[in-house]
Structures are given as C-alpha cells and as structure tokens.
C-alpha cells in the first residue's frame, strides 16, 4: 500500500468545496488516514513548494498558498500518488479533462484547489513536513 499527500487549497475551502474533493477520493476506493485544517506560514510553504524556488511565479505561489487554511490529508490505496493525481487532473485548469478535481471545477492555474504529492519520494517528504510525528500515528 501506498500513501500521498493531499491538500485543498485556500480557493477550495473558501469555496466550500473540502467535501466534494473528499468524496472523490472516497469514491475512487481510496482510504483516508489523516486529516488537518491547519494554517502554512511561509517557512512550510517554501519548503513544501521548494523545487519551484527559482521559478517566476513562486513567490506569488508562497502568498497564495499561506493567505488562508487549508485542509491537508494523507490517502492510502495501491499506486495511491498517481491515482490522486489523475483524480486532481492536470495543473493548468484549462488542459484538465472533465472529470477531474481541477478540470470540473478551476479555472485559473494559480488557484487550482487541490495539491497532490507528485512521486512516492514526495509524499514521504510531505507527510513528515505536515503531518510531523504525528504520520507515525496515522489511523492504520
Ligand atoms: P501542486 O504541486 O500544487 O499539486 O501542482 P502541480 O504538481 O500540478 O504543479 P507544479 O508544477 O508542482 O506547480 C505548483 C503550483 O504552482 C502554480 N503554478 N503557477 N503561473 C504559472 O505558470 C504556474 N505554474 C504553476 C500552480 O498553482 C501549481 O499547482
Ligand atoms: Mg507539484
């Protein structure tokens, strides 16, 4: 088994959509294993967004990303970091399918609602950095 890192965004709980996005999930067969709403100062966003330090938009992506709460979760199931990413679809809003998170309901690639953990190695690194000692307590 394997398990990712999922967020949704300060767009997607202003928006109210925090439970549409987990019944996705569910939905897919996916099993939920924590879950946290929980306010990212700028030290966690820049190291969870640290491989974009040198990229144009990353500032404007630290501001977005610590304006508001987010709801960060950890989800199990078989090949559980490429099925979640296909469920939140591709990052820019416009190339996504119908069907997916982003392509349903974005329309803008800087508020695309929902991160989701790009490689197993990346969800290890996410899972510690949010969910801290507390990821050798989640729910088994
Ligand atoms: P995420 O990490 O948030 O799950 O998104 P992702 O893997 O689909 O995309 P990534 O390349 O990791 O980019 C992280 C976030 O940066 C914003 N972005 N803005 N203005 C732009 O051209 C641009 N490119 C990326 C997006 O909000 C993206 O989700
Ligand atoms: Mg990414």
């Known amino acids: 088994m394997e398990m990712t890192f999922i967020m949704v965004k300060p767009d997607g709980v202003e928006r109210g959509l925090v439970g549409n996005i987990i019944s996705r999930f569910e939905q897919k067969g996916l099993k939920l294993r924590g879950a946290r709403l929980m306010r990212i100062d700028r030290s966690l966003a820049e190291q969870h967004y640290g491989e974009h330090r040198d990229k144009p938009f990353f500032g404007e992506l630290v501001d977005f990303i610590t304006k508001d709460v ?18 939140i679809g591709k990052t820019n809003p416009a190339e996504a399918a119908p069907g997916t998170i982003r392509g349903d309901l974005a329309c803008d690639v800087a508020s695309n609602l929902v991160h989701g953990s790009d490689s197993v190695e990346s969800a290890v690194r996410e899972i ?11 729910a088994s």
Do not use: I
């Open 70 to 87: 987010v709801f960060a979760m950890v989800w199990e199931g078989p090949e559980a970091v490429a099925l979640a990413r296909s469920l």
């Open 128 to 138: 510690e950095l949010f969910f801290g000692k507390l990821s050798t307590n989640l």
